[in-house]
């Protein structure tokens, strides 16, 4: 029958569960029970996880590598537009202050609030 196991049917004794035995033997995932810590069960099931991953990386390599191989592009590729934009905000600026810009900026800022504060005159 479907989902139904025998009761001398051990899970242990199948071959292709042989690396996931060994981990839920180390982290003793045979002896949890509904009175074990929630900070117990979530070790446990982080390794599982963590176990799991690895296995889906050794199952779908060329998917894997494809998929790392993207990430770390797309991260370069960000770091490198952060860098020539950052370059071109500090060069600017020592353009302007070059061809003396920010001064007269301010001195047109300055000759704007004169003007304002003599308009009522």
Do not use: Y
Not at 4 to 19: G, M, N, Q
Not at 42 to 51: D, N, Q
Not at 64 to 87: N, Q
């Amino acid at each position: 029958m479907f989902g139904v196991a025998a009761a001398d049917d051990d899970i242990r004794k199948h071959p292709h569960w042989k690396l996931d035995i060994e981990l839920w033997d180390f982290i003793g995932i045979w002896d949890l029970d509904i009175g074990h810590s929630t900070k117990e069960l979530t070790r446990v099931f982080f390794l599982l996880g963590i176990w799991n991953g690895l296995g889906e990386i050794r199952a779908h390599k060329l998917r894997s590598s494809l998929t790392i191989t993207c990430v770390l592009l797309g991260v370069a590729s960000l770091v490198l537009i952060a860098g020539f934009i950052t370059g071109l905000f500090q060069e600017w600026d020592v353009f302007q202050q070059e061809m003396g810009w920010a001064e007269k900026q301010a001195e047109a800022e300055r000759i704007k609030a004169e003007s304002e504060a003599q308009g009522h005159l």
